[in-house]
């Protein structure tokens, strides 16, 4: 069973540029996670979705980060316009149903300069 | 709200010592429990977990009591080996917040293992 699929692996882009980075979650899951990993605020839980609706956008730090779902296998977060502080690791997460184990992706290793 | 507090790292150890590392949680309701681990370069896999108190989880010589009277999840492995060597996060879902599936997660304890 193929697990959570992130891409891509690793981007260095320029302040100021749009990054996209995507996410297939597992087939079947209901919930879908965006997490962002950095060394001074570790692990934040950005947004996620339920059936593809996203439920809590509580942690998306600014209006420059938006996520979709468009459908029950791909998940999208934008950042627009990029900014060195927007450097991380970010990880997309599934899981089949409320109260059950989460599955992390390899995560997206995202620098700007 | 909900929280994990975990203990400082570096935790650095000889192979074969006796691990734990020290998680506490504060949650209303009846949250799960569980320990991640991230290998250098490498996303989080899941551990073990517990969904109830006095539950154990164990997976690969690691284990952890949900203890509820204590409100900790303390991680122990009887002998590490260098391979463990990784970083360990304890998280909680459920509990005050709900949300079903939220993670909320402690900072992570950085454990390295030396011959």
């Known amino acids: 069973d193929a697990g959570v699929i992130q891409s891509p692996r690793h981007e260095v882009t320029e302040m100021g540029q749009e990054v996209t980075l995507r996410c297939k979650p597992i087939s079947g899951h209901d919930y879908l996670f965006w997490y962002r990993q950095t060394m001074m605020r570790g692990l934040e839980l950005l947004i996620y979705f339920n059936n593809n609706v996203p439920i809590d956008d509580s942690g998306m730090p600014e209006d420059r980060f938006s996520a979709k779902m468009p459908n029950a296998s791909f998940s999208t977060l934008k950042i627009q316009p990029s900014e060195p502080r927007d450097s991380a690791v970010y990880f997309c997460a599934s899981s089949p149903r409320a109260g059950n184990t989460i599955y992390f992706g390899e995560g997206s290793w995202l620098t700007v300069v | 709200g909900d929280s994990v507090t975990q203990m400082e790292g570096p935790v650095t150890l000889s192979e074969e010592a006796f691990l734990t590392i020290n998680c506490t949680y504060t949650a209303t309701g009846y949250p799960s429990l569980f320990w991640y681990v991230q290998y250098p370069g490498e996303g989080l896999q899941l551990l073990l977990k517990a969904t109830k108190a006095d539950d154990k989880g164990s997976n690969k010589g690691f284990e952890a009591t949900y203890r509820k009277e204590t409100t900790s999840f303390h991680l122990e492995k009887g002998s590490v080996q260098v391979s463990d060597s990784a970083v360990y996060f304890c998280?909680?879902?459920?509990?005050?917040?709900?949300?079903?599936?939220?993670?909320?997660f402690g900072t992570g304890t950085q454990l390295k293992v030396e011959l």
């Open positions: 998280a909680l879902s459920g509990g005050f917040t709900g949300g079903g599936n939220k993670l909320t």
